[in-house]
């Protein structure tokens, strides 16, 4: 997974921009083509990284969210995230959080985990 581009943005939409459909994915503006966003979905799932559930109220669409495997990649994203804020002066990340990120780590982690009931 760490060597795939793909599967670690889809973990981070699914992590931290709140994205759980495969149009969200698609529509996210990283240019993934629809073959390998399906391969990527497919795969993770398989792996116990995502799960997939019909959405209650499009019986067409499925939701994706994090497993606890997934989650549990959590602390690695934030310190990527960490890491780039520090050495990127491209980086997307917020300078905001980047700042509470380096002062308050385990707090910002257990916020985000608590957005998920695991």
């Known amino acids: 997974m760490f060597g795939d581009k793909w599967s670690l943005l889809i973990v981070r939409?699914?992590?931290f921009r709140g994205r759980t459909t495969y149009g969200e994915f698609l529509g996210a503006g990283e240019g993934i083509s629809t073959n390998i966003l399906a391969n990527r979905?497919?795969?993770m799932e398989a792996d116990g990284i995502i799960s997939?559930?019909?959405d209650l109220e499009d019986r067409k669409k499925y939701i994706y969210g994090l497993t606890k495997?997934?989650?549990e990649l959590m602390p690695i994203l934030l310190e990527v995230v960490r890491w780039s804020g520090k050495f990127?002066?491209?980086t997307?990340?917020?300078?905001d959080f980047l700042e509470r990120l380096e002062n308050d780590r385990e707090g910002i982690l257990k916020e985000l985990m608590d957005n998920f009931n695991i």
Do not use: Q
Not at 92 to 95: E, F, L
């Open 92 to 95: 997307g990340a917020p300078k």
């Open 88 to 90: 990127d002066p491209n």
């Open 13 to 15: 939409d699914l992590m």
């Open 41 to 43: 979905l497919k795969s």
């Open 69 to 71: 495997k997934g989650l």
């Open 52 to 54: 997939k559930t019909r």
